[in-house]
Nanobody
Framework: QVQLVESGGGLVQAGGSLRLACAAS??????????MGWFRQAPGKEREFVAASSWSGGSTYYADSVKARFTISKDNAKNTVYLQMNSLKPEDTAVYYC?????????????????WGQGTQVTVSS
């Protein structure tokens, strides 16, 4: 079993930045073999894909809405994956979730991730 705990959410003004972190623990010794993804869900909307990284970090994918503003990265030594969010917009307001795929894939498909964190709230004011 893998436990994921997100942190770093908060309230920020439009144009500002936040860095989310997702720490993995449990039976996993290292996230180096895991594909990791970030998703978000705004009130009244369905969960949507934000970013993903393959196990090696060699493949990364982003939703068009965050491309060039958000960056996903993995620190295998810390068993942590990050989401650096720059130039934030009010429409980025959502609960952000990290997820892990034991197959090591970078995938936009939420159902392929076996493990999920509890989420962290990001609120961007205009």
């Amino acid at each position: 079993q893998v436990q994921l705990v997100e942190s770093g959410g908060g309230l920020v003004q439009a144009g500002g930045s936040l860095r989310l972190a997702c720490a993995a623990s449990g039976r996993v010794l290292t996230i180096s073999s895991l594909g990791m993804g970030w998703f978000r869900q705004a009130p009244g909307k369905e969960r949507e894909f934000v970013a993903a990284s393959s196990w090696s970090g060699g493949s990364t994918y982003y939703a068009d809405s965050v491309k060039a503003r958000f960056t996903i990265s993995k620190d295998n030594a810390k068993n942590t994956v990050y989401l650096q969010m720059n130039s934030l917009k009010p429409e980025d307001t959502a609960v952000y979730y990290c997820a892990a795929d034991s197959q090591g894939r970078a995938t936009r498909v939420g159902s392929l991730y076996e493990y999920w964190g509890q989420g962290t709230q990001v609120t961007v004011s205009s």
